[in-house]
Structure formats: structure tokens, C-alpha cells
């Protein structure tokens, strides 16, 4: 059975960084980063292709985000950098099959893991 575990969330303050990791086990999938504040709707942040050759962000985190993975470990990773206090929110990994493409549609994603929780202080 495919499993997504996150790690790496906490506290930290406006303009800090923190690294999410995610690691998955069974097969390898496309790979998307979504959040949820409370009182809002999920939302995606950013999504890498299984082979890393393409990478995709919402407008909201583009230039402070990066995705990235290590197939070898099975394992991706969300570097957040200049953290604003409107980042707070859970972030989850989502699996999506390889064959199925990329999709930044929280519904087209099969795999979740259980969340961690990201908080920026002002």
C-alpha cells in the first residue's frame, strides 16, 4: 500500500524558512504540494513531474518555493524561503499515477499524506 508521510513543518517567523520532505513509499508518482488555512479551501502550491524534468507553482509562492525530489530515496521536498504569516496553513504531498500527467486540481491526485502544519508568526 502507497504511503505519504510529511515532515519538516513548525513554527518559524515572517521572512524564515523551512524545508518540507515527503516520503513516499511503492511506486513513484507525479508529485504535488497543496495547502489549507482554516476557513479556506485547499489550494496548490506547487507540483514536479516523477522524472523532475518539469516543475510547476502558484503564483503566490513563485520565486520564494522550490520543489524538488530524490527518486534514489523517494522522497520530495517544498523549500519555503521569505515565509509571510499568509503561508499558515497545513501542507499536504499528494501522489498522482505517472501515466495520468500533471494536473494542479487537488481531485485529480489519489495519494495524500497526513498534513503538517506550517505556522508563520508576524
Known amino acids: 500500500q502507497v504511503q505519504l508521510v510529511e515532515s519538516g513543518g513548525g513554527l518559524v517567523q515572517a521572512g524564515g524558512s523551512l524545508r518540507l520532505s515527503c516520503a513516499a513509499s511503492?511506486?513513484?508518482?507525479?508529485t504535488g504540494w497543496f495547502r489549507q488555512a482554516p476557513g479556506k479551501e485547499r489550494e496548490f502550491v506547487a507540483g514536479?513531474?516523477?522524472?523532475?524534468?518539469?516543475?510547476y507553482y502558484s503564483d503566490l509562492v513563485k520565486g520564494r518555493f522550490a520543489i524538488s525530489r530524490d527518486n534514489a530515496k523517494n522522497t520530495m521536498f517544498l523549500q519555503m524561503n521569505s515565509l509571510k504569516p499568509e503561508d499558515t496553513a497545513v501542507y499536504s504531498c499528494?501522489?498522482?499515477?505517472?501515466?495520468?500527467?500533471?494536473?494542479?486540481?487537488?481531485?485529480?491526485?489519489?495519494?495524500w499524506g497526513q498534513g503538517t502544519q506550517v505556522t508563520v508568526s508576524s
Open positions: 499528494a501522489g498522482r499515477l505517472v501515466v495520468l500527467g500533471y494536473s494542479s486540481k487537488s481531485e485529480d491526485y489519489g495519494v
Open positions: 511503492g511506486r513513484t508518482y507525479n
Open positions: 514536479i513531474t516523477w522524472n523532475s524534468r518539469n516543475t
